[in-house]
């Protein structure tokens, strides 16, 4: 099954590469593709409980879904998750 999630705070590869990196990890997880452009973070899941997964990883990594609550520390959380991500890059 396949999902794409518009998503707060995404700025650039630095964000991206740290998604992809980070929901690849878990098991029936694949196929993550983030566009910048469109603010969205698609991925291929075998089960339902994983959407809650993936939804719960981003808004950690500071990249909650378009609706959800993205206060200050969500914001700063980006930050954090964006450098770490252009460093891994």
Not at 9 to 17: E, F, M, S, T
Not at 24 to 27: D, I, L, P, V, Y
Not at 30 to 35: E, M, P, Y
Not at 56 to 68: C, I
């Given at each position: 099954m396949e999902n794409t999630f518009q998503i707060q705070?995404?700025?650039?590869?630095?964000?991206?590469?740290t998604i992809i990196t980070r929901l690849?990890?878990?098991?029936g997880i694949?196929?993550?593709?983030?566009?910048n452009d469109a603010h969205s973070v698609?991925?291929?899941?075998?089960?339902t409980k994983e959407l809650e997964l993936?939804?719960?990883?981003?808004?950690?990594?500071?990249?909650?879904?378009?609706?959800?609550?993205?206060?200050?520390t969500k914001k700063a959380k980006s930050f954090v998750s964006c450098a770490v991500g252009?460093?891994?890059n």
């Open positions: 705070n995404l700025k650039c590869g630095g964000c991206a590469h690849e990890e878990f098991q694949s196929n993550v593709i983030v566009d698609g991925f291929s899941y075998t089960e993936v939804k719960t990883l981003l808004s950690t990594l500071g990249y909650p879904v378009e609706g959800e609550s993205n206060p200050l252009r460093l891994n």
